[in-house]
């Protein structure tokens, strides 16, 4: 969004209230969606003085950091809705008419193919659906030029998303470093925004299992409470009255001595969204070291003494298990599963073994 149209506080309580915005600029209704949306999700009326009436022209003019050509094929692919539908280049817009669009970031990095093997779940002509293994970055980032899945994804795929080809092709969610399982990649610029717009809305439906300290008083319940950046440590989130929605449902699956797996169901998509939830209610995720989840050992799931051992579980004990989408092209609702990764099956069959209530 243009930085040079300055928000009051006044108007943001405004939205809060349902109450109009001011008349005088374009003003952001919606902030960035979190990490489940790549690109920034955003949403703005169009002021009262318009120098371009064509919604082409006046997204180029608002976002001159693209092309025209690059917007008009966004609008074309569906990425920008107007009142709720999607529009064409040539669509006259009108004061107060309500644009929504998923903008793709401008950063520039070259990515480096490398053979890493993927896991892949499904694919067809328009998205590839891969098992994440534990220990891998998403896309490159400052610290993480290689290693990444989307190192591994230009190696392996035929064509991905030029969406955000610069840096994070095909990519339109994500997922933790240490978290493993069900993560869908684009191939097409059509498919993705098709499913990041999925994302943005909500639409889609993403079923998390972990394994976490204790067992919660509740065998299900909704977790709803705001998220933000933690005051002191900014690489960390936290539970704060001025962040941003953030629910989680919950249910226990199996309950063990000081042990239990759950089916974690977000609706939102903020960053660390269920490791954070789950340890406000003091019972982090098992190896979550960040939010108060302890390594586990062997010795001492089996009640002996201590000794010297490689961890049981050495990272953080979440898994993405399903993801529901519908199909960008065919509109069909799809489905697809990741089974427990090793590491995570081999604890919780020893919590079977020992641990049993």
């Given amino acids: 969004m243009d930085t040079s149209d300055e928000i009051s506080s006044e108007t943001h309580r405004a939205f809060e209230n349902n109450e109009p915005p001011a008349d005088d600029a374009d003003i952001e209704l919606l902030e960035q969606e979190g990490d489940e949306a790549v690109g920034e999700h955003l949403r703005f009326r169009v002021g009262n003085n318009l120098k371009f009436r064509r919604l082409d ?8 950091q693209f092309s025209r050509s690059h917007l008009q094929k966004l609008i074309k692919e569906q990425g920008v809705n107007v009142n709720g539908r999607p529009a064409k280049p040539s669509h006259k817009l009108n004061p107060r008419d309500e644009i929504d ?3 793709p970031p401008r950063e520039i990095r070259e990515i480096i193919p490398e053979d890493i093997p993927l896991d892949i779940i499904y694919e067809d002509e328009d998205i590839i659906v891969i098992n994440k293994q534990a220990d891998m970055i998403v896309h490159p980032a400052r610290n993480y030029k290689s290693g990444t899945l989307v190192n591994a994804l230009v190696y392996h795929a035929n064509k991905l998303s030029a969406v955000n080809a610069d840096h994070r092709p095909g990519i339109v969610h994500r997922l933790d470093k240490n978290t493993t399982g069900v993560i869908i990649v684009a191939k097409s610029d059509h498919a993705h925004w098709k499913l990041a717009r999925q994302f943005a809305e909500r639409t889609t439906k993403k079923r998390y299992l972990a394994i976490v300290h204790g067992v919660p008083e509740l065998t299900a319940d909704c977790i709803n409470l705001p998220l933000g950046t933690h005051t002191h440590q900014r690489e960390k989130c936290a539970v ?109 069959d020893k919590l079977r073994q020992f641990r049993k209530v």
Avoid at 330 to 338: G, L, Q, R, S
């Fill in 240 to 348: 704060r009255a001025d962040g941003k929605e953030a629910i989680t449902f919950y249910e226990v699956l199996e309950e063990f001595r000081g042990y239990a797996l759950v089916k974690l169901s977000p609706r939102t998509g903020r960053t660390h969204q269920l490791r954070v939830h789950m340890a406000y209610l003091k019972h982090p995720v098992v190896a979550d070291d960040m939010y108060g989840g302890k390594i586990v050992y062997d010795w001492q799931i089996e009640d002996r003494d201590a000794e010297i051992a490689e961890p049981l579980m050495a990272r953080v004990a979440l898994h993405a298990w399903q993801l529901e989408i519908r199909h960008p092209t065919t509109n069909e609702m799809m489905t697809f599963e990741a089974p427990l990764p090793d590491d995570m099956q081999t604890f919780l």
């Fill in 57 to 64: 022209k006046y997204l180029c003019g608002r976002f001159n």
């Fill in 101 to 103: 669009l998923i903008l």
